[in-house]
């Protein structure tokens, strides 16, 4: 149990343009999703934190209008990357806490985004 | 905010011999001491946590140890395998439903024959 996927897995796109990830709790209500970036060979760093229904809380640096979050269900958190840039190029991962559950966040299989 | 130093970076092993990785952490208020393995390009996984309430956690061939008093935790991998070989995070948070975790720099293990 308490699977979380995530699409695409990865997605190559132009510079300017827009991109959506998506993480799912494929079988259980997660109240609370959270968004990691992951540059090659370094650390997973908190974007966000996405509560079911309500706005995103971000990290310190980390620009909301620039990574757009949207947690509309129980079971899926979207995150939008604006205008990409090439050094928004990096592994996207989302996780998620059971809803009523403990501390454990189960990890979604990341996203590798490239911004040419 | 907390802040997780972990070391060391990278670390090389024999088959069969032990890994010892070390991180501390800065806020007192922290509870909760994860960790994770993550092998190049997948998500990290759960290998071992521990809480506050206890010193020590042992699963098989990896424990964890836990000094509230000097703010360190520890992973200790024993009888290493080639398989064991990735890079290990440490993490910490407050104990409760939906709490952020601070994840330290990671450690890359390799274990050679």
């Known amino acids: 149990g308490a699977v979380v996927s995530q699409h695409p897995s990865w997605v190559i796109c132009k510079s300017g343009t827009s991109v959506k990830i998506e993480c799912r709790s494929l079988?259980?209500?997660?109240?609370?999703m959270f968004w990691y970036r992951q540059f090659p060979k370094q650390s997973l760093m908190l974007m966000a934190t996405s509560n079911e229904g309500s706005k995103a809380t971000y990290e310190q640096g980390v620009e909301k209008d620039k990574f757009l979050i949207n947690h509309a269900s129980l079971t899926l958190s979207t995150l939008t990357v604006t205008s990409a840039h090439p050094e928004d190029s990096s592994f996207y991962i989302c996780?998620?806490?059971?809803?009523?559950?403990?501390?454990?966040?189960?990890f979604g299989p990341g996203t590798r985004l490239t911004v040419l | 905010g907390e802040n997780v130093e972990q070391h060391p970076s990278t670390l090389s092993v024999q088959e069969g011999d032990s890994a010892v990785i070390k991180c501390t952490y800065s806020?007192?208020?922290?509870?909760?001491f994860p960790w994770y393995k993550q092998e190049l390009g997948k998500r990290p996984q759960l290998i071992i946590d521990?809480?506050?309430?206890?010193g020590e956690k042992k699963d098989q061939r990896i424990a964890v140890t836990l000094n509230k008093t000097a703010k360190h935790f520890s992973l200790h991998i024993t009888e290493t395998q080639p398989e064991d070989s990735a890079v290990y995070f440490c993490?910490?948070?407050?104990?409760?439903?939906?709490?952020?975790?601070?994840f330290g720099t990671g450690t890359r293990l390799q274990v050679t024959l």
């Open positions: 996780s998620a806490t059971i809803a009523g559950g403990d501390n454990e966040q189960f």
């Open positions: 993490a910490a948070s407050v104990w409760g439903t939906a709490s952020k975790l601070t």
């Open positions: 079988d259980f209500q997660a109240t609370t």
């Open positions: 521990i809480r506050s309430n206890v």
């Open positions: 806020d007192s208020a922290s509870n909760y």
